[in-house]
Each structure stands twice: as structure tokens, then as C-alpha cells.
């Protein structure tokens, strides 16, 4: 049987080269991923804080808070995320790392992996998990769409 899920792996193929997903998440952002508003629009680049708000509501609690942590043009981003809805804490034991990797295919097109946890740590880390785990699938599906609309036109 398989254990609970605490640390979150997704992955998608996107029909466009590496440069062409990179351009993208730098001109719309990582918080456009997942229909975020983003507080004064930082460019995202190492050791920057990104503090990102629903769209429909800014000035509700944040969703999330990020530390960027690694920006290797065009390959990858890493960060460090707190989410203020789990009642924690705005402390460093309270983050999970991100890490956005893409890779160039043979074929021209670009694999894109986004891993994220532990969530083991936390109350409930197996229901956050999955959470952003969905949250992972739906921003990674825009993502797709987004550049390969692009790359078309």
C-alpha cells in the first residue's frame, strides 16, 4: 500500500523549446500560474520575497509568501513558500521548497517538473499536499496552453 503523499512531484510536456516556457514564466510570472495578484510586482530574481493575493479579493490575507532562493535562466527556479492559511507561524520550519525545473527534449519540446514539500511536518500535511499538488496540475496545464498559444501565433 502506499503511503500518504507529503511531498508533491508534477510534470508536463509543453510543445515549445526551453527559451520559450523560460520567457514566459519571467514576463507573466510564477503568481500568474496560479491566478495570483502579485504586490508590487518584483522581477523574480534571487533572495527577492513575493507576497501574492487572490484576484478577486487583494486585500485578504495573502495566500502566499515566498522566498526566491535560486534563479538559473533558463532552467530553474527554486523558492521557498509559506502559506498564512495553515495558522502557522510566518517562520522558516513553516516553508516548503518549490523547485520549477525545465528541460530541453530531443524533440524540441520542454519538460517542465515542479516539486514541492515536505509537507510531512505539518497537522495536515497529507490534505496540504494534495492541495498543492492540484493547484501544481491546473498552473502547469495554463502554463502549457500559455506558451503553446503563443508559440502558434
Known amino acids: 500500500m502506499k503511503g500518504a503523499e507529503t511531498t ?80 502557522l507561524p510566518d517562520q522558516a520550519e513553516n516553508y516548503t521548497s518549490v523547485d520549477l525545473q525545465l528541460a530541453p527534449e530531443e524533440d524540441g519540446r520542454t519538460l517542465v517538473t515542479v516539486e514541492q514539500g515536505d509537507f510531512a511536518a505539518f497537522k495536515q500535511g497529507t490534505k496540504l499536499a494534495r492541495e498543492a499538488g492540484n493547484d501544481w496540475v491546473e498552473a502547469l496545464i495554463r502554463l502549457r496552453e500559455q506558451v503553446e498559444h503563443e508559440e502558434a501565433a
Open 8 to 87: 508533491v512531484k508534477r510534470i508536463v510536456v509543453i510543445n515549445a523549446p526551453q527559451e520559450a516556457v523560460w520567457k514566459s514564466l519571467v514576463q507573466y510570472g510564477v503568481a500568474a500560474l496560479h491566478l495570483l495578484n502579485e504586490e508590487g510586482e518584483k522581477p523574480m530574481k534571487e533572495g527577492s520575497t513575493h507576497v501574492w493575493h487572490e484576484l478577486e479579493d487583494p486585500h485578504k490575507m495573502p495566500r502566499v509568501k515566498t522566498q526566491v532562493t535560486v534563479v538559473a535562466a533558463p532552467r530553474r527556479i527554486a523558492l521557498m513558500t509559506y502559506d498564512p492559511s495553515t495558522g
